[in-house]
């Protein structure tokens, strides 16, 4: 890889990665689809606000999908996609770095 | 790896590389020990004071190393150390990811 240069989707891809919490709910649903709830129940530190916002985004982005089921009371469920499951390396990377140096 | 709990280190782990700049930086120093100018051309739009702050960070966590050689004018270089060198898997895994998605 050339590092001498700064790579355009590199920095893209820094710039949706990076973001505070982001790291935390990818790795949450690898574990397959969530409620807003269990994500909460796994991440507790994390406001509601936050993750309506970063959910919303990460939809956005395509990294994730929202699925209502219609059921009483009506079930919300966040899936990675593709493009999100294909993250599993970066957060195999990150969990590695940090159990050998954090 | 399991994705139902959350891992402290991991936590802990992005904590420091998801923080804005961060991971831009360190890819930059992968390529081998830099001046600060260095780190600035490749990377224009972060500012100095941001820059600075983000290498005192690293330097105290131990990620990065900073050499002052007794030259005239003085010789300053950030160079990471084999803590931030296991970094690199991080970076491919984005940089890979970002490739295909971004």
């Known amino acids: 890889m050339d590092y001498t240069t700064m790579c355009p989707k590199y920095e893209a891809g820094i710039e949706v990665l990076g973001k505070r919490w982001t790291g935390l709910i990818i790795r949450v649903l690898l574990g397959g689809p969530r409620r807003f709830r269990d994500i909460k129940e796994i991440v507790p530190e994390m406001s509601d606000k936050m993750l309506t916002e970063r959910l919303k985004e ?44 954090m």
């Open 58 to 101: 990460l939809e956005a982005l395509g990294i994730l999908t929202r699925h209502v089921y219609p059921e009483t009371p009506v079930r919300v469920e966040y899936e990675l996609t593709d493009k999100g499951r294909d993250l599993e390396p970066v957060v195999e990377a990150i969990q590695s770095w940090s159990e050998k140096w």
